[in-house]
Each structure stands twice: as structure tokens, then as C-alpha cells.
């Protein structure tokens, strides 16, 4: 496929709903949610993409009844340990971003190993948000920063734009080209704040779990047809 973006960020919401219509509980929905996002980084990578965000837990998700979130964590936990088990035969690369500190210690530890062992792949990037906020993000950043001022490493002066950003997260990834939201619901709800400044939005009311290839190829289509111009003018 052809003018591929390079970089898909994911809002994959309606887990819940899914698993509603089938009279399931909400285990279920995240489940079939965690299988979704298996197949779709197969066939993301046969397309030819090369990042792929997703955004697993918000800083805002602890708020869910205790047993949902203690199904997501383990959901996450089993996720990071079939990519440790797979890492020898499989290329792909899976990197965290979010506040990690909040988690248990061993699946920090997993984490850690996770990032380790695939840091050399070479194949589709996959970076899981896990306790992750927009402005979680830009508010560390900026008190690395201050950090950083007061102790005399850097100055005022050469704070612009591009600096900040190499306090984010996502400091040595692009700026994703397309954003996807599923589920019908049209908001960021607190995803990559900074980083979607220029991103095509796409917004679908396929439920997450039933996100699937033909999905995928309907919203890059629908991107190649977008006229970026990132505030100027294409004359
Ligand atoms: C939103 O659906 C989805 C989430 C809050 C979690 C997303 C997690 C997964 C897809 C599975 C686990 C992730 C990994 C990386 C293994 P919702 O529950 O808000 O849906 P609803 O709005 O229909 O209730």
C-alpha cells in the first residue's frame, strides 16, 4: 500500500459496549479488545506501518470499579508476557509510555525486560500508553525541565518547541499522522495532547473488538484523501 502513515494512534474504546451486547461481562470486552489489537498489529505491520500507539489505561481509568481495573493489569501483564514468550520468533519492537510508577513492581519489571529484549527489533513499533494522560505528560515534562533549569543544565533561553518535546514521553517517536477513535465517540479524552497537534482525526462506531483489517483500510484510505497543511497553504 502506498502513502502509508507512518505512525497510527489508537483510541480503542468500546470494549464495555461490546461485551454489553452479548450479555459478557466487561472481562470479556477487554479480552476480545487485547485479541483485536493482536491481529490489527499483524496486519498494521503487513501494511507497511511502522509505529503503532495505543492507548491501553488513562490516568483517569483508576477511577473504574476495582475489579475492572484489576482485569485490565492482568490483561496488560499477560499481554507483555506472550510478547516476551514470542520475542525470539517475533520482530516486533514494544515500548510503554505513561506515568510507569504507579504500577505493581513486578509488572514494572516486565515492562523493563519487554523493552530490553525487543530493543533491537526491526519491525512494527508498538507502544503501549499504560497510566498515560496528555497532560500527565506535559505537566513531568515540565517539571523535568524546571529541574533541569534550576540545576544549571539548561536555561530559559533555549527552551522553544522542539526542546520541550524531548522531555515528553514520546521523545524519540514522530508525531502520529492519523488518529483513530472507534466506538462513535468523538474526543482525545486526554491522549497525546501535544503530540496530535497536526494528526488526522477518524472517528468510526465499529465497537473496538470489531476493528479488524478492512477497518484499518477504510481509514487510511480515507487519510490519503486529507490535504495536510499543517497551518499553511498546498498551491
Ligand atoms: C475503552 O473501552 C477501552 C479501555 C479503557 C481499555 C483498552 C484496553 C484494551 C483494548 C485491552 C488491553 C490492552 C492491551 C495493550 C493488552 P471501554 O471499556 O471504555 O468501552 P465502553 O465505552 O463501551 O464501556
Same mark, same amino acid.
Given at each position: 500500500m502506498e502513502d502509508v502513515p507512518e505512525h497510527i494512534a489508537i483510541i480503542m474504546d468500546g470494549n464495555g459496549r461490546w461485551a454489553k451486547s452479548r450479555f459478557l461481562n466487561k472481562a470479556a470486552g477487554h479480552r476480545a479488545g487485547a485479541q483485536a489489537l493482536r491481529r490489527l498489529a499483524v496486519d498494521a505491520e503487513k501494511m507497511g506501518v511502522k509505529i503503532l500507539t495505543v492507548y491501553a489505561f488513562s490516568t483517569e481509568n483508576w477511577k473504574r470499579p476495582q475489579d475492572e481495573v484489576d482485569t485490565l493489569m492482568e490483561l496488560i501483564h499477560d499481554y507483555i508476557q506472550q510478547y516476551i514468550d514470542d520475542s525470539k520468533k517475533n520482530d516486533m519492537r514494544i515500548c510503554l509510555i505513561g506515568d510507569?510508577?504507579?504500577?505493581?513492581d513486578e509488572l514494572q519489571r516486565k515492562i523493563a525486560d519487554l523493552q530490553e529484549m525487543t530493543? !533491537? $527489533? $526491526?519491525g512494527l513499533r508498538i507502544v503501549i500508553a499504560l497510566n498515560y494522560g496528555g497532560r500527565d505528560d506535559i505537566t513531568r515534562a515540565a517539571r523535568k525541565l524546571a529541574a533541569d533549569v534550576r540545576g544549571g543544565r539548561?536555561?530559559? !533561553?533555549?527552551?522553544?518547541e522542539k526542546m520541550f518535546a524531548s522531555y515528553l514521553d514520546t521523545k524519540d517517536l514522530p508525531d502520529p499522522d492519523l488518529l483513530i477513535r472507534t466506538s462513535g465517540e468523538m474526543r482525545i479524552? !486526554?491522549?497525546l495532547l501535544w503530540q496530535t497537534a497536526y494528526s488526522e482525526m477518524y472517528f468510526c462506531d465499529k465497537l473496538w473488538p470489531d476493528f479488524t483489517i478492512k477497518d484499518l483500510e477504510k481509514a487510511i484510505s480515507q487519510y490519503r484523501r486529507r490535504d495536510r497543511r499543517y497551518g499553511g497553504r498546498n498551491e
Open positions: 510507569l510508577t504507579r504500577l505493581s530493543s !533491537n $527489533k $526491526k539548561t536555561t530559559l !533561553n533555549e527552551i522553544d479524552s !486526554n491522549f
